[in-house]
Nanobody, 115 residues
Framework: QVQLVESGGGLVQPGGSLRLSCAAS????????MSWYRRSPGKERELVAT???????NYGDSMKGRFNVSRDNGKNTVYLQMNSLKPEDTAVYYC?????????WGQGTQVTVSA
């Protein structure tokens, strides 16, 4: 059974940092493109960051320089380090695994940036 379990969300002040984790099971993690997406109320889902099976990374424009995505294939886990957080980063963050026509989603973790 495929599972993607996000953790690490919470409430943080503007300028603060959080690290999200996504623990995967039930598929060959190292072969999949792993991504983080987010959705804010009233907005469409937005790509945050992607790491390929080989470790190549890509980021949404507003995240460049502030967020860092990494993966540990030995632990079947992908991470999202978020720094210099802004109120507009408030959203539910979702982990996604993709390989060809297969795609899996986690349940999401809430990140709230507020003073």
């Amino acid at each position: 059974q495929v599972q993607l379990v996000e953790s690490g969300g919470g409430l943080v002040q503007p300028g603060g940092s959080l690290r999200l984790s996504c623990a995967a099971s039930g598929f060959t993690f190292s072969s999949y493109v792993m991504s983080w997406y987010r959705r804010s109320p009233g907005k469409e889902r937005e790509l945050v960051a992607t790491t390929s099976s080989g470790g190549t990374t890509n980021y949404g424009d507003s995240m460049k320089g502030r967020f860092n995505v990494s993966r540990d294939n030995g632990k079947n886990t992908v991470y999202l380090q978020m720094n210099s957080l802004k109120p507009e980063d408030t959203a539910v963050y979702y982990c996604n695994a993709r390989l060809a026509y297969r795609t899996y989603w986690g349940q999401g973790t809430q990140v709230t940036v507020s003073a």
